[in-house]
């Protein structure tokens, strides 16, 4: 079996280093945000070239409380992608304020510059760019607009740790960015958490108040905040992480390459990196009108896929009062139809890899025959 995202042979290969942590963690006697928080924190900002990082419970709250600490709430818009996981929605409409969907670029399916200021009302506080399956958004001209139109930029990050764009990481090109270290995402651990990157000190200052309870000395409460923490153990196993995540995005693009060059003339459409930006393969996703037919051969096979999203954020049930219908996002709406994923991690065996390719261009050539 050919597993898309192998977690557990990654896990594997960082055994001992995590067990001895843990172990460190047990007899520290802190648990949670202690000193492993702290570290993890100060290496990312460091890492990604920002001030401060704050780390909370997962990506989703990541989101929630940015939006919530820069006081987006009630009657404010804020504009994104109909093209990503529902959390980047959802963090929006959470906090209370209205999302506002823009289209995508057919080539780097991220939310497309121009799409975004045909969207702009005296309403809206805020964009989200996402860098989805691990390549950077239209950041310069997305931070124009912003600048343009007095937005504050908020990137979610959380499927593109260690992209760059321009030389510069992800999570440095906003006003704040969003992480997520949810295990299947390409800096995971083995459980929830999250980060926030920025420049700004007000900003984490009040994440840091937000995350738990309100709080800026224990048991006086200045606003009603959350409990959305990271465990040190986390932090602890998210530090080993830290220290192998260059060299894994290194062998996930090594891959893609790989798969560029197998399927460059199999009739699939494959994932576009811009030039002026390093993409790092969370997924490795191709388009096809025959996807279904694809995956059932893969699966047959013992290959696994994944349909990365199989329904535009428009078009979900939950926001049938926004009003949208089918056709508003055509670029989304036709990767929703047409894309899937292909088994991508720094631990894919290349004969495995392979052997996908094999499989898929015989089912290529198949259904040309008929
Ligand atoms: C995973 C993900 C999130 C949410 O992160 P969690 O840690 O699962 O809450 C938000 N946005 C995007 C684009 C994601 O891929």
Redesign the pocket.
């Known amino acids: 079996m050919i597993q898309l995202i192998d977690l557990k042979k990654q896990f594997q290969s960082v055994k001992s280093e995590i067990l001895q942590e843990i172990e460190h963690v047990l007899d520290s006697g802190q648990y949670i945000l202690g000193p492993k928080v702290r570290e993890l924190e100060k290496s990312i900002a460091t890492k990604l070239g920002v001030l401060d990082a704050v780390a909370v419970g ?3 709250d990541a ?1 929630v409380l940015t939006l919530e600490a820069y006081g987006i709430g009630n009657g404010d818009e804020v504009i994104t992608s109909p093209f ?2 529902f ?2 929605a959802e963090a929006i409409s959470r906090v209370g304020a209205t999302p506002i969907f823009a289209d995508v670029d057919p080539v780097t399916y991220t939310i497309s510059p121009a799409k975004i200021e045909e969207k702009i009302t005296s309403a809206t506080k805020a964009i989200i760019p ?1 860098h989805i399956f691990g390549q950077s958004a239209d950041m310069d001209e997305i931070m124009d607009l912003a600048k343009k139109y007095q937005l504050i930029v908020i990137e ?1 990050a ?2 593109a740790f260690g992209a760059t764009y321009k030389d510069r990481a992800v999570g440095s090109l906003g006003d704040a960015a969003c992480f ?1 270290f ?1 295990p299947t ?1 390409n800096l995971g651990t083995l459980g ?1 958490g ?1 980060i926030i990157t920025t420049s700004d000190l007000e900003l984490s200052k009040k994440i840091r108040s937000l995350r738990t309870h309100g709080t800026s000395k224990k048991y006086y409460h200045d606003t009603i905040g959350y409990n959305s923490r990271l465990d040190e153990i986390h932090a602890a196993i998210l530090l080993i992480l830290l220290n192998k995540i260059d060299s894994w995005n290194d062998k996930r693009r090594e891959l893609a390459l790989r798969y560029n060059q197998a399927l460059s003339n199999a009739t699939l459409t494959l994932p576009v990196e811009k030039n002026d930006r390093s993409h790092i393969y969370h997924l490795y996703c191709v388009g096809s009108e025959k996807r279904d037919q694809f995956i059932e051969r893969l699966t047959k096979e013992d290959i696994h896929t994944g349909v990365y999203y199989p329904l535009c954020l428009h078009l979900q049930n939950v926001y049938a009062h926004l009003g949208y219908k089918k056709g508003d996002f055509p670029v989304s709406e036709k990767l929703s139809e047409t894309l899937f994923a292909l088994p991508m991690s720094p631990f894919l065996l290349e004969s495995d890899q392979d052997h996908v390719v094999k499989v898929l261009r015989r089912e290529v050539e198949n259904s040309s025959d008929n």
């Open positions: 997962n990506g989703t989101l990503t996981f959390a980047s996402v979610d959380c499927q997520s949810f995402k929830d999250g």
